[in-house]
């Protein structure tokens, strides 16, 4: 074999192992939406009576970050919280088995305030053993670890009463330390820097725990009394850990309501209905266009076959690589890129026929019907990937979702039709020297 059949199957080979690595184990990986396994989909906006047209989007981003906290504190798994516009927030909530709790938490107000921490080691392993004094609170602070999730990882112990809450804070925004780190920068009205003078005059050298909805936020240490309600959060943030902590500082004066204005709870007896009818659906249609391409075209319709199925890989591959959910639509997606594989095999092989019964060897025929074969392969695909980009990009939900898997799947078909067809073709002619070709 030459060294380029090596690399050519080394690229295929590489292709199937990276993707069998990203789907295992599959019942960890596929992430089922809501119209397969039940839950709540809400929609809310913003109340934009009495609110500058500019300031909607930045109210709006305060609010999802508000709504992704409580989330969290819901213990769900794999929601998704997007925002529509400039004035709406998309949530979907699988799996939840209390509809009516979920939406009224992520409807209620935000709650954000400043509380001192207790560095009395006593006190902590007092409270770590499950008696908290009297006046305290035990908190977790959460910092993201090396795979960029968030866990609990330093305990502290808070004066349950908070010296001072959002309401003061009139703004907070991205600046840079002396070092070149970013930091985040508060601005107090006057009755909150008064308050925030008196706290940080007498507290110097603690720390003063910033929590949103009972989450700790961060901890920084009061280096000095602070006047004119302006103050510096500094900790080697990186960029995006500063950007979000800024909005949490401003989500606690959030000065627009958000409304509820659609809300759907989806029974999970549904979605398992979807999956057992879409699963069948699709192992029937597979069975025969798989004896049809066998049938058909002999050892070429195996090809074709196994083109199918490496697709069908790369494409589940991608999809749990990209941690992508799966919809009812997006399974029809899959479906209609099947479509699309088989029928660019059917091309190429038709176009091989033509080939050779105008008298051309075997190794002739098959390079001419690849390169005649490509451009309507490309016309067809290619139209199709933009309507899919089109879909994914400006579409919602379930839409979205079709147009992802659509377009995957035809990126993985222009590689499994064209390429690694092509190379098992011409490996089989030249090392078994076939000088006659059955299709």
Not at 156 to 178: C, M, Q, S
Not at 239 to 265: F, T, W
Not at 320 to 346: E, Q, Y
Request: glycine share 10%; net charge neutral.
């Amino acid at each position: 074999m030459s060294t380029q059949f090596y690399v050519k199957f080394g690229i295929v080979i590489l292709v199937i192992g990276v993707c069998l690595y990203l789907i295992y184990p599959p019942e960890k990986k596929f992430k089922r939406g809501l119209d397969l396994q039940g839950g709540v989909h809400v929609v809310l906006e913003i109340e934009k009576e009495g609110v500058e047209e500019k300031s909607i989007s930045d109210l709006t981003d305060r609010a999802l970050e508000i709504i992704r906290n409580r989330i969290d504190a819901l213990g769900v798994t794999e929601p998704v919280i997007q925002k529509e516009g400039t004035d709406r927030i998309i949530v979907d909530l699988p799996g939840v088995k209390d509809p009516e709790k979920a939406i009224e938490i992520i409807g209620k107000t935000a709650l954000l305030e400043f509380k001192l921490v207790i560095d009395d080691e006593n006190l902590l392993r007092q409270a770590l053993n499950g008696n908290v004094p009297e006046g305290f609170e035990l908190l977790y602070l959460k910092e993201k670890d090396e795979r960029g999730i968030y866990r609990e990882t330093q305990p502290l112990l808070l004066k349950k009463e908070p010296e001072l809450t959002g309401k003061y804070i009139v703004d907070a925004y991205v600046g840079y330390d002396r070092t070149g780190f970013p930091d985040v920068n508060l601005v107090l009205d006057k009755e909150g820097a008064k308050i925030f003078e008196e706290v940080t005059g007498k507290n110097i050298g603690k720390r003063l725990a910033i929590v949103l909805d009972g989450v700790v936020k961060s901890a920084p240490v009061i280096r000095e009394r602070i006047p004119e309600g302006k103050a510096v959060i500094t900790g080697k943030f990186t960029m995006d850990e500063a950007r979000e902590l800024a909005i949490v500082l401003r989500s606690g004066a959030l000065p627009a309501k958000m409304n509820i204005i659609y809300q759907e709870v989806i029974g999970p007896t549904l979605g398992k209905e979807y999956i057992q009818k879409g699963l069948k659906a699709s192992l029937y249609g597979a069975i025969i266009v798989v004896i049809f391409m066998i049938f058909y075209y002999l050892y070429f319709g195996l090809l074709a076959d196994f083109a199918l199925s490496l697709n069908i890989l790369i494409l589940l591959g991608i999809m749990a690589g990209i941690k992508g959910v799966f919809t009812l639509p997006g399974i029809a997606g899959i479906a209609l890129t099947c479509g699309m594989a088989v029928d660019a095999n059917i091309l190429i092989f038709e176009r091989i026929r033509e080939e050779l019964r105008a008298g051309k060897s075997p190794k002739a025929s098959v390079d001419a019907g690849y390169h005649r074969a490509w451009a309507a392969i490309i016309d067809s695909n290619i139209t199709t990937l933009i309507t899919g980009l089109v879909l994914f990009l400006l579409g919602e939900g379930p839409i979205k979702g079709f147009g992802l898997t659509l377009s995957i799947g035809i990126i993985a078909n222009l590689f499994t039709a064209v390429y690694v067809t092509k190379a098992i073709v011409d490996w089989v002619i030249i090392n078994r020297k076939i000088e006659k070709l059955r299709i």
